[in-house]
């Protein structure tokens, strides 16, 4: 078991920056790959941004290359998303979510993955 609970939400203006963070507790942090989602209302929960057990790779959706980075300190068991030059199009429940194989987050095997509760990232125009 791994438990996941995220925090670092809030409302922004467009342009502006904010860090979520996703401590974890329960089974060894390290091993696990972690990634972040995103889910609007109305729309399917997506695959953000996901990072391996060592932190050696990393991978972006097409709309945040750029502007967001993944990044984890396996000593706090702690993932984090650095998100600049947000846009309204940002806008939503952020989710944190773990699993030991990389492609199970990349390719959004939803029901495989352990998450925590989100946190939510408005974004004004």
């Known amino acids: 078991q791994l438990q996941l609970v995220e925090s670092g939400g809030g409302l922004v203006q467009a342009g502006g920056s904010l860090r979520l963070s996703c401590a974890a507790s329960?089974?060894?942090?390290?091993?696990?790959?972690m990634g972040w989602f995103r889910q609007a209302p109305g729309k399917e929960r997506d695959v953000v941004a996901v990072?391996?057990?060592?932190?050696?790779?990393?991978y972006y959706t097409d709309s945040v290359k750029g502007r967001f980075t993944i990044s984890r300190d396996n000593a706090k068991n702690t993932v984090y998303l650095q998100m600049n030059s947000l846009k309204p199009e940002d806008t939503a429940v952020y989710y944190c979510?773990?699993?030991?194989?990389?492609?199970?987050?990349?390719?959004?095997?939803?029901?495989?993955?352990?998450w925590g509760q989100g946190t939510q990232v408005t974004v004004s125009s």
């Open positions: 979510a773990g699993h030991s194989d990389f492609q199970a987050l990349v390719t959004e095997q939803r029901g495989r993955l352990y």
């Open positions: 329960g089974r060894a942090f390290g091993s696990y790959c």
């Open positions: 990072i391996t057990w060592s932190g050696g790779r990393t």
